[in-house]
């Protein structure tokens, strides 16, 4: 390790940097000075040469042009590097009983509206995937159900593809509006999601390589779930003993996100044969909760 050669004037730099920062907002101000602050100290520490800092730049120029109306580099490569998780954990705190916030990923997209119990898988999946049904409650933090709870399902299909990556399904499958009831319940029937790795064709493909990471997430549906007087949520549904779930690659995973899709015959969904059941239950938090 050499010494640093100019260190005061590198103290210098910054603090003519952050001097320079001014406007009318005071919290866009804390933003970027944070931001120079942080990125100064990671020149002063890693000390990347000129070639480096330009190929970082040239990164991001690439990653940038990566993004088209439906696929978002940016989004995926702050996924990758945990960023999104992290943002998550810091605005998503509450009662210790809440349902957990987790990331909402690049592939939500409008979904139909559906009734209670419909399939929502309509492309060849539903020949070839296994049947499941998911149920469960949507509830305050006090067990009350909510009503009117509005819940926007999407997932990938039994071979890891959304219907935007995928010629074989149209737009809207796998994807569903379901609004719960009196009783706060919901279900809906569909094939189990498989694990699917992230698109690793652009720029945050090539950075995955080159760190020797796995790219692959574990099989999820991912559920938004509004609903008047809570607190929104945007989560996940994770499938028990996917072999990703300790390394998804968008560090999304939280325990209380994860159900078991057991095989059952219970007669009330008006399956055609054996199927499999997950029941995950939904705990919003009320507007107002000082928990
Ligand atoms: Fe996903």
Known sequence: MTADPAPDRLGELL?????????????????????????????????????EWLRAVDFLVRTGQACTDTRNEFILLSDMLGVTSAVDEVNHTGPPM???????????????????????????ERR???????????TDCDGVPVAG???DIWQANDTGLYDSQDPEQH????????????DGTYWFR????????????GPVGELLRAIGRHPMR????????????????TTH????????????????????????????????????GPFLAAEFDIRLVKEGDPR
Do not use: C
């Not at 809440?98 to 139909?112: K, L, N, W, Y």
């Open 171 to 182: 737009d809207g499958n796998l994807r569903a509006l379901l609004t719960t009831g009196d």
């Open 98 to 124: 809440m349902t957990p916030s987790s990331v909402e990923g690049p592939f939500h997209a409008p979904a139909p509206p559906r009734p209670m119990g419909a399939w929502i898988a309509e492309g060849p």
């Open 15 to 51: 603090t003519q940097v952050l001097g320079s920062v001014g406007g009318e907002d005071p919290r866009l101000r804390d933003l970027v000075g944070g931001l120079v602050t942080h990125l100064h100290a990671f020149v002063r520490e890693q000390r990347p040469t000129e070639a």
């Open 190 to 201: 569909t094939v189990k999601p498989s694990s699917y790795p992230v698109p690793t064709d």
């Open 237 to 272: 549904l994770f499938v028990a003993g996917d072999p990703y779930l300790g390394s998804d690659a968008a560090f999304a995973v939280k325990d209380a996100l994860i159900a078991d899709f057991r095989p059952s015959t219970d007669p009330r969904f008006g399956m055609d």
């Open 149 to 151: 709870a509005v819940l």
């Open 128 to 138: 070839r995937g296994e049947p499941t049904v998911v149920h469960g409650r949507v």
């Open 218 to 233: 574990p099989a999820h549906i991912h559920i938004k779930i509004h609903a008047a007087g809570h607190r929104p949520l």
